[in-house]
């Protein structure tokens, strides 16, 4: 079946930092790819999305590419803030069903970062 | 914010007890999904509903049950709670565009 695999945390990096987190998938078919964020105390959020091999998907300054290849979608952004601590979630979508969006997410990965 | 409620936010009950989660959507969507978030397993899939009266098992289906008897209301019950049913519940729902909108949670312990 589809699973999500993602870097075990908590990550926690200073100011300006690069970030990266890992993700890798196992799916049949061709699957569209997603990255979700929580903020303390609310539900998710979709941050930014993929829907084929090679396509970019960016939000808020992150950027993850679909890469067939290896089977990944690592999370990235050049300069991190302290508003981007969270927990990060990646997820993948198979073919739809009855029309239904079925998401399988990874265990997520706390993010913290320092001033 | 996609127009999604969730009722209680938060709820202590006992063992062997019957809950009803309400997930109320605005937005007039088909789709209407209920998750539970455990640490270390992200979000799994209960049920799932693609239409009024229309619903189908996820990955983590047994002992929970869910009616949708209109549009705006998918209901999720513990026909008796346990112990192992302790989670964060989420109810989401998807646009035509792909994307899915949650809501903001409801947490239940069962003593």
């Known amino acids: 079946g589809n699973s999500v695999t993602q870097m075990e945390g908590p990550v926690t990096l200073s100011e300006e930092a690069f970030l990266t987190i890992n993700c890798t998938y196992t799916a049949t078919g061709y699957p569209s790819l997603f990255w979700y964020v929580q903020y303390p105390g609310e539900g998710l959020q979709l941050l930014l999305k993929?829907?084929?091999?090679?396509d970019k998907g960016s939000n808020k300054g992150f950027e993850a590419t679909y890469r067939k290849e290896t089977t990944s979608f690592h999370l990235e952004k050049g300069s991190v803030q302290v508003s981007d601590s969270a927990v990060y979630f990646c997820?993948?979508?198979?073919?739809?069903?009855?029309?239904?969006?079925?998401?399988?997410f990874g265990q997520g990965t706390r993010l913290t970062i320092n001033p | 914010d996609a127009g999604i409620t969730q009722s209680p936010r938060h709820k202590v009950t006992e063992t062997g007890t019957p809950v009803t989660l309400r997930c109320h959507q605005t937005?007039?969507?088909?789709?209407m999904y209920w998750y539970r978030q455990d640490p270390g397993h992200g979000l799994r899939l209960i049920h799932y509903s693609y239409g009024v009266k229309d619903t189908d098992k996820g990955e983590v289906s047994d002992g929970y049950s869910v009616s949708r008897s209109k549009t705006e209301d998918f209901l999720l019950t513990l026909e008796s709670a346990t112990s192992s049913q302790t989670s964060v519940y989420f109810c989401?729902?998807?646009?035509?565009?792909?994307?899915?909108?949650f809501g903001p949670g409801t947490r239940l312990t069962v003593l």
């Open positions: 937005e007039n969507h088909r789709y």
């Open positions: 993929a829907t084929k091999a090679d």
């Open positions: 989401a729902i998807s646009d035509p565009t792909d994307t899915q909108y």
């Open positions: 997820a993948l979508r198979g073919a739809p069903i009855q029309g239904a969006q079925k998401l399988v």
